[in-house]
């Protein structure tokens, strides 16, 4: 079993920053792909962002600029959150993709996710 934390969210003032951070422990092997999601108020989870183990980056085209995913560690992963805007405002969760054993095996995590709240 994995477990996530996930720190770092909040109210802030349009224009401002935060950063979020998400650390994995538990069981597994090996993480292949660390990433962050948001729940927008009456809307479907969408993604925000990825990053590989090999640091690869992948972002929605709503934070590009503006957002920074980056590995904070091997088991760390942070968003850090510029420039933000009320459409931001929802809850964001970490998942966390991993190789179960050194045979192989995979499976993926969700975060309990933490509100973050932009204020015009």
Known sequence: ?????ESGGGLVQAGGSLRLSCTASGSF?????MG?????????RE?????????ST???????GRFTI???GENTVSLQMN???PEDTAVYYCKVY????????SADYWGQGTQVTVSS
Request: charged share 20%.
């Open 1 to 5: 079993q994995v477990q996530l934390v």
């Open 29 to 33: 092997f090996s993480i292949n792909r």
């Open 36 to 44: 962050w999601y948001r729940q927008p108020p009456g809307k479907q």
């Open 47 to 55: 993604l925000v962002g990825d990053i590989t183990s090999a640091g």
């Open 58 to 64: 992948n972002y929605a085209d709503s934070v590009k």
């Open 70 to 72: 980056s590995r904070d």
């Open 83 to 85: 420039s933000l805007k």
């Open 98 to 105: 991993v190789r179960s054993f050194a045979w192989g095996g």
